[in-house]
């Protein structure tokens, strides 16, 4: 099929996510390797945002791909009250990875299900139902998780599931509790020691965050928040789950960002870079405070495909692919690169207001005037946003614009040069939002 004719159909029948059909222009791929894909004329795109940050070890890994045909030929589907070789051998490898007590393992297709089936467990074995979430979140979209999100998505599919109160984060939209980051931490965290004390510390079941908060904007915590949330909700008996989905495997420098706490939560979710999208699976990973508990009480909760043997095999694979390449590292080391050509466009281009990063872990922030005034406002769109995802495009560049950010998350295997040329793309497509700076 030709570009044209896979667009016409895919949109004649088929329902695009989040959108109005019509206002839709997907994007045509025919093929994929390594950083970049193609379109089915050959235009060659980096893909800078690894799909939806999940495609950590890059496209059509040959190792992964073997892997999965391989256990294609030997066993593909049985039920999940079965036993089999790669469900035993991933739930162990999980276990070696994951950090901290972290033994035990929930396997689901998503990551909305992973934290449907953490909130699941975390109520079931405390016997509580109310959960604390932040409104600069996204976590899944059913219902439970249209809830326990805190961003725009979940305006339209309210009211939903109950028992969720949703609390700011340390790092606020438009101003700041404090001025240094422990004042920021402390502040944050005396305001959400109110709330426990208001909605009742025996009627919270379990606090859930995104470790480092992904698409509503790359936020990693302040210094201390991690281990000041974790102590503050030990001191009331609340669990700590840490939704992991994008932020996990690599993404941040570290295999599991809550190591950078360092914490360990009761219960981790994860999905996207378990298997690098290669095949659908997310798991929750539980510690004993948790799991223990299932051991006689029953878990609530199944799913037909829970431990399907394909998804399985492909993390077992991407898991090993980490390992042997170093990927973890690679992120860590060039966060300085990321550091340092985020500075670099933010010295040149007007319209560049700030930037964040943590590992390849990144977004920057557009301005229309210099006293920074987001370029588009919240949950809005603007021209010059339009304008520069048109030119990342023209020029060969894959990523996502969000509100008045874009986004920086390459697959963990790029080289430094790759990097290097990505940023230079940026660089040039900029100049598009230079007309829109109104001084
Ligand atoms: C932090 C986080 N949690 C949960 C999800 C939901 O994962 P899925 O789309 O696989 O259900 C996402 C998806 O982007 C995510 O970024």
Known sequence: MDSQEMIDLCKKHTLYSWSKTNAVSPLPVARAEGIHF?????KRYIDFNSQLMSVNVGHCNPKINAAMKKQMDILMFVHPGTATEPRAKLGQKLAE?????????????????????????????????????????????TNLCMQLTGDPRRWHNEPGAPGVVR????????FSFGKTESEITENNLRYLEEIIMYEGPETIAAMIIETVTGTNGILPP??????????????????LICDE????????????????GPIVPDILTMAKGLTSSYAPLGAVGMRPNVYKFFEDHVFWGGLTYNSHCLGLAAALAN????????????????????????????????????????GLFGMVDLQKDSKGTPMAPYNGTAEAMTKLGQRFGELGLFTFIRWGSFMANPPLIITEAQLREAWAIVDEALDVTHPYFEG
């Not at 609390?167 to 438009?174: A, H, I, K, N, T």
Request: charged fraction near 25%; glycine fraction near 10%.
């Open 167 to 174: 609390v700011m984060d340390p790092w606020p939209y438009e």
């Open 38 to 42: 193609w379109t089915p004329e050959g």
């Open 245 to 260: 989905v994008m932020a996990g495997f690599g993404r941040t420098g570290k295999m599991f960002a809550c190591e950078h």
């Open 319 to 358: 898991l090993e692919v980490y390992e042997e390449e170093d990927l973890v590292g690679n992120a860590a080391r060039l966060e300085h690169v990321m550091r340092e050509e985020m500075q670099r466009i933010k010295d040149k281009h007007p319209t560049v207001k700030s930037f964040r990063c943590i």
């Open 97 to 141: 990875l994951t950090p901290g007590d972290i033994d035990r393992f929930f396997f689901t297709l998503s990551g909305a299900e992973a934290n449907e089936n953490a909130i699941r467990a975390a109520r079931l074995c405390t016997g509580k139902q109310k959960i604390l979430s932040r409104y600069r979140s996204y976590h899944g979209a």
């Open 222 to 239: 302040p210094a201390g928040y991690l281990v000041g949330l974790r102590a503050l909700l030990d001191k009331y008996g609340i669990l």
